[in-house]
């Protein structure tokens, strides 16, 4: 079992304890409000994402439920959607110009209002990563001890008393993971007017020259400090995360005459959770709105909706994809640029503190940091590292390159590529380092040959993952994008306060469609991790040899 220090757990406390004695010394009562609202959407978002992400990944490890891997793909496509597409598509359905408001509703206010909207659509866009991370403590348990105490109990009891015991672990960092990033985003809670600490640091240091906003910037490191050593205190019980990638099958319990049952009821579920957002997209984006003996008639048109979406010869300088073809690059060439930025950070430090110990505590470190970081708060670090000598080359970069953003994107994105290369690297046979070291190789050559050649899939996973996180990343950039650029997610989060329309809904759909075809590539980079890691110790004999790792 890989742990990081024990130290690093007493850090956390420091940090927790320093930062909330610098609110009670600092804070009034409108950041006590503030942060109560934060507290607010934050706990909602976890009543709505962690049963249902926990139950989604029960269903789908570790029992026969049919249809599992078509339903495990379209989590992972849904585990790379940006939230500001999750608000736009419930927007769509259920928001003030969705089609339910449209179709004579009998509600004199759209369903979607307030911290609700807020808790439900950061719920559901979080519900994926839940999955995911308790999947993570569920691929590594021991089958033995299940197979033995169905000998003895049945088998909701020793789901109950085993199976989620087991999966503690994966559930509280599953749980941490919601709690920050929903109390550090600013998309949803913007739309919906919530006013969080996140939104006050937006509202309040970036759009103004306001004399106090120094204890503005002091008050928002002090809140820093308390989510980074809240992090830090319950990451350092995370089980192994190398065991994300099992050695071998796990158990799967049999669910008999409910097995299709369940699956029904599951991929029903699923599909009502993306197929209502996903139609409310395409009605709006086909929506035409027409005058009719002095009436307005809204009326779906699928010429309309063809012609945003697919160019063609006629109608190619209609389609989002043509007439926001230099957003798109722009938004792909940030995105990647951040991505490779991730995976340079990323890489040595999970390489490095795959063992545990002293040597984890700069990637759980940093891990924790840019989880606990609001995405404002980068940006108004950044603008003031730029702006702090007035430099002609720093304001010209500031100003007139992408780096930035980039920078940005980066920071918000570094947890994902460290949990992720971390996940592969110290799943790996610890026998390929040590002949490594016994036949002389120094540190760089093994972290060249293991830890990069070795780790190319995991690496791409990486970089892909990096990359969808990037490209949707808003609350971090939208601060610091320079002027005369905008990026699609920029231009997407305007739309929206006005409603979603055609524009805004039919990039919202590409972005969909983008998502769907990372997944794919991804799901297939992650059965060669997969065979690559299981058959890592046949690699030591090659390394002894002297034959090129593969």
Known sequence: MVRPARWCFWGGWLLLAAGVAGLLGTADRRVWLLAGNTGLVAVGTCVVSVPLGTLLALLLCRTDLPGRRCLAYLTLALLFLPVLVHAAAWEAAL?????????????????????????????????????????????????????????????????????????????????????????????VTDLYQVRTLAEEIYMGLALSDDPAATFGLRTALLATLVLAGAALVLLDSLPDIGRIVPQGDPFRFRLGRWRWVVG???????????????????????????????????????????????PGPATYRVSVLWSFRRMWWWTFWMGASAASLVVIAAAPLAWWGRRGGLRAVPAIGCAAVGLATMGPLVGVLLIKLFTLRDDAWLIGLYDRTILAPVLAAAWRGLPVGIFVCWAAMSAAHPLLSDAARVDGARVWQRFWHLGLRLHGPVLAVAWLAALALACGELSATILVIPPGLTTLTLRVFGLLHAGVANQAAA???????????????????????????AGSAGHVESWRHGRALP
């Open 264 to 310: 029904a009821c599951t991929a029903l579920g699923i599909l009502l959770l993306v197929a209502v957002p996903l139609v409310s997209l395409i009605y709006q984006a086909g929506l035409v709105v027409r005058d009719a003996d002095g009436h307005v008639v809204r009326i779906w048109s699928l010429a309309r909706c063809a012609e945003l979406l697919v």
């Open 95 to 187: 928001g003030k110009l969705g089609w339910y408001m449209g179709a004579g509703a009998t509600l004199p206010r759209p369903p979607l209002r307030g911290w609700g909207a807020v808790a439900w659509i950061h719920g559901l866009w979080a519900a994926p990563w839940v999955t995911g991370l308790v999947a993570a403590a569920l691929a590594g348990q021991a089958r033995e001890l299940e197979e033995a105490a169905l000998l003895e109990a049945g088998p909701w009891t020793v789901v109950r008393e085993i199976t989620l015991r087991q999966a503690r672990p994966g559930i509280r960092a599953a749980c941490v993971w919601v709690l920050l990033s929903s109390a550090t985003e600013i998309v």
């Open 507 to 533: 990039l919202c759909l590409t972005a969909l469609a983008a998502v769907l075809l990372l997944a794919a590539l991804v799901s297939r980079l992650l059965l060669r991790v997969r065979t690559r890691l």
